[in-house]
């Protein structure tokens, strides 16, 4: 089956300690991005990638570090996380320039 | 700079009940419109899509008309079940090579036995 996995989907941490959240696709997709959800703001990206190695910045990326070894993989690093990064992220791939496909989302909070 | 603009919600109708989500953008260029759908606990689903203007795009009952003229992508539809019960996303994509999706606020839509 086609799709977009993240992991964990539910994470509960503290100030400052780093995490990784993890995207992975399986449709060969060139193009992987990193948004979040915020209620009355919608979906704003954090980062973009448009092929291995090949990495930029969307709308709000401070705070984040992203990484693309793999054409699958598409990993979003919070080095030190604060409250204000307390969110909804989504995940989402496609073909360059088609149709985004989106992960189910991972819930973060911060305290 | 580019942004859509939603209705605020959120929105609750009866069932079979008729559903205008309003959508208004501004944006440099000629845009791509969506309407995304995210049901609870869910990611993201794409609705529809209009390329171009007067295009119109349906799916699942669901239409939005793109009009250059009034810059808006309104979602229809016209007799919701209480399984349309969502979030509905408008978007717009610039032509670049980012792929960026610019995002409205999101629109509750609660529909009622």
């Known amino acids: 089956e086609a799709q977009v996995t993240q992991n964990p989907r539910y994470l509960i941490t503290v100030t400052g300690k780093k995490l990784t959240v993890t995207c992975s696709q399986n449709?060969?997709?060139?193009?992987m991005s990193w948004y979040r959800q915020d209620p009355g703001l919608g979906l704003r990206q954090i980062y973009y990638?448009?092929?291995?190695?090949?990495?930029d910045k969307g709308d709000v990326p401070e705070g984040y570090k992203v990484s693309r070894k793999e054409k699958r993989n598409f990993p979003l690093i919070l080095e030190s996380p604060s409250p204000n990064q307390t969110s909804l992220y989504f995940c989402?791939?496609?073909?360059?320039?088609?149709?985004?496909?989106f992960g189910p989302g991972t819930r973060l909070t911060v305290t | 700079g580019d942004s859509v603009t939603q209705m605020e919600g959120p929105v609750t109708l009866s069932e079979e009940a008729f559903l205008t989500i309003n959508c208004t953008y501004t944006a440099t260029g000629y845009p791509s419109l969506f309407w995304y759908v995210q049901y609870p606990g869910e990611g993201l689903q794409l609705l529809l899509k209009?390329?171009?203007?007067?295009d119109k795009g349906s799916n699942k009952g669901f239409e939005a008309t793109y009009r250059k003229e009034t810059t808006s992508f309104h979602l229809e539809k016209g007799s919701v079940q209480v399984s349309d019960s969502a979030v509905y996303f408008c978007a717009l994509k610039l032509p670049s090579n980012t792929g960026k999706l610019i995002f409205g606020q999101g629109t509750t839509l609660q529909v009622k036995p």
């Open positions: 449709m060969n997709h060139e193009y």
């Open positions: 209009a390329t171009k203007a007067d």
């Open positions: 989402a791939s496609s073909r360059l320039g088609e149709e985004q496909y």
């Open positions: 990638s448009m092929n291995v190695e090949v990495t």
